[in-house]
Every structure is written in C-alpha cells, then in structure tokens.
C-alpha cells in the first residue's frame, strides 16, 4: 500500500535551516524520507548531525540570502523537487523612527529572495519535467498589522500574495505553492518578545492553547503541504497558531 504522507525518494531545499523553525521542518522532511539540503548564511552542522543521527539523509550548503538573487544556479542538476522558503529576519523600531536600511534589509530576504528563489526552483523543477513543492513561511503578521515591525509586516503579506499568485500560474504545471503561517513560537525572532515580561504575558493570554509554540508544531503542516496527500492544496496558507487567528 503507498503510503501519501511519504517523501521517500524526494530532494528538499530548506532555507534557514540552521536553527528555529527551519532547522525543525529540515528534521521533519527528513523523517518523512526526504533527503534535506540544508541552505543557510551559515552552515547547518547541527541540523545534519540531528537528522543523520535519526537515520536520515542531510547536507549543508552555504547562501546568504541578504543577496536577493543568492539562490541563481541552486537547483540546477541538483534534481530537488521541495523548497521551503523559511530564512527571515525581522527589525524593530516606531513606524516614525524606521531606517530605509532596516526596510531594506528585511524586503531583501524575506520578499524578494523568496521570490527569485523560488522562480529559480520552479525552472530547474519544469526543466527536469518534475514535479514541486513550494511552502512558503507567512506569519500571522501576514494578516494582522503588528507594532513596530513595519517592513516585516510588508514582506510578509507580500510572501501571503505571492503564494496565491505563484499557485495560479503553476498549479496546472505540477508545482504546488503552499504557506504556513506561524503563531507565535520560541526562536532566536521572538525573543525581544519573550525578553518583555508584559508583552510576553498578554500574547499568552490571547493563544487559545494556552501557550506559545515550539518550532516542531510547525513542521507537520509543512510536511504535510510537501506530501502527494497534499497534491489538490495549491495556494492555502494554514495557520498553525494554537488558536491566535480563531479568537
Ligand atoms: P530564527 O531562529 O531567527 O531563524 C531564521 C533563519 O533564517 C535562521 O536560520 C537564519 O540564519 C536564517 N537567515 C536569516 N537571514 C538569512 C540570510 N541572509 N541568508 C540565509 N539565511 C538567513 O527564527 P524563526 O522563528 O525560526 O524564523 C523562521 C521563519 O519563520 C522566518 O521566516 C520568520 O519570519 C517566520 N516566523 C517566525 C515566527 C515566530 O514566532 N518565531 C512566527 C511567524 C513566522 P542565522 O541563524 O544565521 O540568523
């Protein structure tokens, strides 16, 4: 019987795989059966020792997505057919005190390298006459404003747009283009967050669930968005927030 959850015999591409939410879908791709390229500014040893240590197939390669165009010639040959576009940053500061340079750096990364990337994947994946997967990594602040974040929250309803658009025009070719939007979750980006005690308790407050997410909550939905059992879900952005967006 052939199991659609499997990603056995798969090649996935995830970026920001290092640490984080990343480094917790690069696991679970892996124990889906994917082989994982872990693509990140610095290398991912620690990913690659988890998920060969659980048996897994896992290599490290080095991007540094603050060059939007970073991801140019990735794919090519490589034969890989998943691409998590996970690798963010965030900068905080007044809306009235923001630098174009914190605008900038965060547009880099989290808009425009998603995207050139991404279109690298999708031509090296209808080249080879495959087919892809794409899941994207939204926010809740892909639908909500925030505070202080303003070139964030840009980017990422812009990553929540393009997921849309990238699935109109690929879905007919066998790509599927899929986001995850995370709650909050216990990474190096929440911890100014975490480091406010007032803050921290009134975003408890609001989670249904009652607390604030791990990095390995995120990486069933991502997993599943990868898998054949996915394979009619082109342009869905799924929540995983412990409830955030239902109250
Ligand atoms: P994180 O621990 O800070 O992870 C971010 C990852 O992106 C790290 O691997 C980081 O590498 C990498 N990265 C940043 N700039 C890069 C660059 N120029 N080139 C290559 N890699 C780069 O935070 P995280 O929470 O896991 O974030 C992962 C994704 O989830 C981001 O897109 C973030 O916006 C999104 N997200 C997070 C939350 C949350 O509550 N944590 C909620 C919604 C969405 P370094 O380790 O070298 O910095």
Not at 45 to 74: C, I, N, Y
Not at 159 to 180: F, P, Q, R, S, Y
Not at 195 to 211: C, F, K, M, N, V
Request: aromatic share 6%.
């Amino acid at each position: 019987m052939t199991n659609p959850f499997s990603l056995e015999g798969r090649r996935a591409l995830v970026t920001g795989a290092n640490t984080g939410i990343g480094q917790a879908i690069a696991v679970g791709l892996a124990a889906a059966g994917a082989e994982v390229l872990c693509a990140g500014r610095r290398a991912s040893d620690e990913t690659v020792a988890m998920v060969r240590d659980a048996g897994g197939r896992a290599d490290s390669v080095l991007v540094d997505f603050a060059d939007p165009m970073a991801g140019q010639g990735l794919f090519d040959g490589q034969g890989i057919d998943i691409l998590i576009n996970n690798a963010g940053i965030i900068r905080r500061n007044d809306a009235v005190e923001f630098t174009e340079e914190d605008w900038d750096a965060v547009i880099d990364v989290n808009l425009k390298a998603l995207f050139f990337t991404t279109q690298a994947f999708a031509k090296a994946v209808l080249a080879q006459g495959g087919q892809g997967a794409v899941v994207n990594i939204a926010s809740l602040l892909s639908f909500q404003g925030g505070v202080r974040v303003p070139s964030y929250t840009a980017a990422k309803h812009g990553v929540a747009g393009l997921t849309k658009l990238l699935a109109n025009e690929w879905a007919a070719k066998g790509i599927n283009v899929n986001a995850v939007a995370p709650g909050y979750i216990v990474t190096n980006n929440t911890e100014a967050l975490r480091a406010d005690p007032a803050r921290s308790q009134a975003i408890l407050d609001r989670i249904p669930a009652g607390r604030w997410g791990e990095a390995s909550d995120i990486a069933g939905a991502a997993v599943y968005l990868c898998t054949p059992a996915a394979r009619y879900v082109h342009g869905a952005i799924l929540n995983v927030d412990g409830g955030w967006l239902a109250r």
